[in-house]
């Protein structure tokens, strides 16, 4: 019987699950799985896991005591939702799960640094060990110093909201563990700019995560590359190869569904014979690079300031939450 589109993925791809959908993690199995607060957010008000929701806002209370306003209690269950997730995610997967810094601090590295920390502590207390978490933080040039102190710490790091060749090459230079780069995000930037639709290989987040894999393969970076953000199953095609994928429950639908010979795109022994320019990404060539790139600049800002605004509805979901409990609880004293 023929293979469909995702099991030949998963010969030379990784796949991770792009979602805070605990459901959606069993049916599919995959290997990781990545979350961020929009996922978290959008998680926390499912029905299903209204019980994972009450159990950190209860914690928080006793935590904290009788004597602490419900939003001092809402501002530490919300510390602590993004864990009892992953803590929930690594009883399915058997890989690693993402766990994501407050995107207000994205440009703060110290806040960012001692929040990793915060996290990462967390899980230790659990018993789960660091292979099995990744911290999620923003690719400005605060966060990727952050992250190259937390990688020194044995602490290991996803550098998210990545548009630009320069973000890359800062990563793998500090030494993060894994980038994610947006290729949908990308492709939605270049539409919106040009008017133009874009298929296949043209699609412009497949042309920058393919100069991005073939960079690192090229100069022997350890640092590993997880394309995200997906629009379509044409844009995971086009990057068959890739160290790993994070990919929604909807497109891994898809894949399942799609049958048809694979082709893989992306090889590391092809990259190595390529003729690429090295660049060494130093402060200020960040900076020029980025003020040079409008879809990067436009992007990492919207992105940032998307996640902050999804922390936003989420404060107020948990204060709301935990109001309604204790409500309950008194009505029934």
Same mark, same amino acid.
């Given at each position: ?10 010969? @030379? ?13 069993? &049916? =599919? ?10 996922? !978290? ?13 009450? +159990? ?5 209370? #006793?935590?904290? /005591? ?11 269950? =919300? ?5 009892? =997730?992953?803590?929930? !995610? ?22 960012? !640094? ?12 659990? %018993? ?14 605060? %966060? ?10 044995? !602490?290991? $790091? ?12 800062? $990563?793998?230079?500090? %030494? ?5 780069? @947006? ?7 270049? #539409? #919106?700019?040009? /008017?133009?639709?874009?298929? /296949?290989?043209?699609?412009? +987040?497949? &042309? ?8 690192? #393969?090229?100069? +022997? ?5 997880? +394309? ?21 429950? &909807? ?34 060539? =960040? ?18 300031? /998307? ?27």
């Amino acid at each position: 019987m023929p293979q469909n589109l995702l099991e030949q993925l998963r010969a @030379f791809t990784t796949v991770v699950a792009d979602t805070g959908d605990i459901d959606a993690m069993e &049916q =599919f199995r995959p290997t990781d799985a990545t979350t961020n607060p929009s996922l !978290i957010t959008a998680a926390a008000q499912m029905l299903q896991y209204q019980p994972i929701v009450d +159990g950190v806002l209860l914690e928080a209370r #006793k935590a904290l /005591g009788g004597g602490a306003t419900d939003q001092d209690v809402a501002n530490l269950a =919300f510390k602590r939702l993004a864990v009892a =997730f992953g803590k929930k !995610i690594l009883e399915i997967v058997p890989g690693r799960v993402s766990t994501e810094v407050d995107a207000r601090l994205s440009y703060d590295t110290h806040a960012t !640094i001692e929040q990793a920390r915060a996290i990462i502590a967390q899980y230790d207390a659990a %018993g789960v060990g660091r292979d099995h978490v990744l911290i999620k933080i923003a690719s400005t040039w605060e %966060g990727i110093r952050a992250a190259e102190v937390l990688e020194r710490e044995g !602490i290991h $790091c996803n550098l998210t909201l990545l548009f630009g060749k320069h973000q890359a090459i800062a $990563c793998a230079e500090a %030494g993060v563990t894994l980038i994610s780069p @947006f290729v949908g995000r990308i492709l939605d930037w270049y #539409k #919106k700019d040009t /008017g133009k639709d874009y298929q /296949g290989a043209d699609d412009p +987040g497949v &042309q920058s995560v393919t100069k991005i894999y073939n960079y690192y #393969k090229k100069f +022997g970076y350890k640092t590993v590359v997880m +394309g995200a953000s997906f629009r379509n199953i044409g844009e995971i095609k086009e990057l068959a190869g890739s160290d790993l994928l994070t990919i929604s429950p &909807q497109l891994l639908g898809e894949l399942e569904a799609a049958e048809g010979t694979l082709e893989r795109k992306l090889d590391p022994e092809k990259a190595k014979t390529m003729e690429i320019e090295k660049i060494t990404v130093d402060k200020a060539t =960040f900076d020029r690079m980025h003020a040079e790139d409008r879809m990067a600049t436009d992007k990492l800002k919207e992105g940032i300031e /998307g996640f902050s605004s999804a922390l936003v509805k989420l404060e107020t979901l948990l204060a709301n939450r935990l109001a309604a409990l204790e409500s309950r609880t008194q009505a029934a004293v």
